[in-house]
């Protein structure tokens, strides 16, 4: 695609996804809101003050069905750090008349979500009210929250012109669209913050997505330093925790020399976006911004069809909402499919996360003809004789007994009887429930 048309391609991305229109109602809304949260301040006599952060203060956002905005409340630095979640509490329940719309959510410093969604007004958003300690140096944050203004602070100052807005907006949505947009960890991919430091290192969206298309493994890992905060790549690499480094790109956090910001990419997510990048630099579409719902319909179709096996699954985990319950539910959906592909070759699969307490897979599979089981070592002559007893079609192997066995079944019997031979296993990864639905 030739300059022109891509240029034209992404003016039309670009009013798509234009949140302008959604953020002149929400506006409004947060001024009330911070207004009643200062007063209170006030009245309790806290030293505080309350900012707005995230991608809402830095103009960052993408149009999306639900929106959320990150609103900090800096406690000085006299106050303890294990006492600032429930001091927040008490300032929500005191600002709000509707006490129903807060809720609490655990982490390593606990936070609050606020429902705004308003019907009559089309609104449909909610905001993070997340409390930090108020730092002099980056180096003295006990949490990683308390970082939050230098982000808002340095993203701002770079961010001079429309133009590097709207390649942001760009990544953003390419990102969101193909799924790995986030860091909590049953997404494992780009934050939002990330990928505004990587667009302003690339300077744009393009060069970006030109560079991860060029990725190749062999060459090691990309390490961006872009404000020179290292002598060079091996010392970043020495200077690092070794948890820090295990993400395919090692990002700089301008703010802090100490902090990886892409620590949550994992290389599947990395490697899916890679392959992304590819696809889009050989036939650039507005289909890569666009986010598609999985069609179960037609995949349910296509499976009878091409006499495969499909099932739709539902799990639900006694885990709080939210990046908890999406973490367990996700590695629930991983140890499933390593289960299934025991007797069964998967086509297709799939993971959706709810945002509440459950998620559905799905399974795209043909049964495996026969499987070989694995018995004990000859060595093993009791064990062995059982063995020989059980399974009288035995066969010998590198001093091992084993035995082939038909897969006689399809999914849905499969996951029927495993769920019963598997109840405390099941229990101990916090489900509380698979449910079959189709």
């Not at 990928?195 to 060459?219: R, T």
């Not at 349910?300 to 539902?314: A, P, Q, R, V």
């Not at 069964?344 to 049964?367: E, H, M, P």
Request: proline share 2%; hydrophobic share 35%; charged share 35%.
């Amino acid at each position: 695609m030739n300059a022109k048309l891509m240029t034209s391609l992404f003016k039309n991305i670009l009013q798509k996804i234009d949140p302008t229109r959604d953020l002149k109602e929400i506006e409004p809304l947060m001024v009330s809101f911070i207004s009643k949260l200062k007063k209170e301040l006030i009245n309790q006599k806290v030293k505080a003050d309350v900012f707005i952060g995230g991608s809402f203060a830095k103009r960052t956002m993408i149009k999306k069905e639900l929106y959320d905005v990150d609103v900090f409340l800096r406690f000085n630095k006299k106050y303890n750090q294990l006492d600032i979640s429930n001091m927040t509490e008490k300032i929500l329940k005191k600002s709000l008349k509707d006490n129903k719309k807060i809720k609490r959510i655990h982490g390593s410093r606990d936070y609050f979500q606020i429902d705004f969604r308003n019907e009559e007004r089309n609104l449909n958003f909610y905001a993070e009210i997340i409390p930090v300690i108020k730092i002099s140096k980056t180096k003295d944050a006990l949490n990683i929250t308390d970082l939050s203004l230098s982000h808002v602070t340095y993203i701002k100052k770079k961010l001079k012109n429309k133009k590097l807005i709207d390649e942001i907006r760009l990544a953003k949505a390419f990102c969101y669209a193909n799924k790995c947009y986030g860091a909590e960890s049953y997404i494992n991919g780009f934050s939002g913050y990330s990928l505004e430091l990587l667009i302003l290192y690339y300077k744009s969206f393009l060069k970006f997505v030109k560079e991860m298309s060029k990725y190749d493994s062999k060459k090691g890992k990309i390490i961006i330093d872009s404000e020179k905060l290292y002598k060079n790549k091996k010392d970043i690499l020495i200077d690092l925790n070794q948890s820090k480094t295990n993400s395919p790109i090692i990002l700089i956090d301008p703010t802090y020399k100490q902090r990886n910001a892409l620590a949550a990419l994992n290389k599947e997510t990395f490697d899916r976006f890679v392959l992304t990048c590819k696809a889009f630099m050989r036939n650039p579409k507005i289909s890569f911004f666009e986010l598609e719902k999985t069609d179960l319909k037609r995949i349910k179709e296509n499976s009878t069809k091409n006499k495969l096996d499909f099932l739709l699954l539902e799990a639900k985990t006694n885990k709080q909402e939210g990046d908890i319950a999406g973490s367990k539910l996700f590695k629930f959906y991983c140890f499933l499919i390593k289960e299934i592909q025991k007797y069964f070759i998967l086509k297709d699969k799939g993971f959706n996360y709810n945002d509440q307490k459950s998620a559905r897979y799905y399974f795209v599979a043909i049964a495996k003809k026969e499987i070989v089981m694995p018995g004990p070592l000859i060595s093993l002559k009791e064990h062995a004789e059982a063995f020989e007893k059980a399974h009288p079609n035995y066969s010998i192997k590198d001093g091992r007994l084993r035995y082939r066995e038909k897969v006689g079944f399809n999914l849905k019997e499969f996951i029927s009887k495993w769920k019963l031979n598997n109840l405390k296993k099941i229990k101990g990864m916090y489900i509380e429930e698979i449910k079959v639905m189709n």
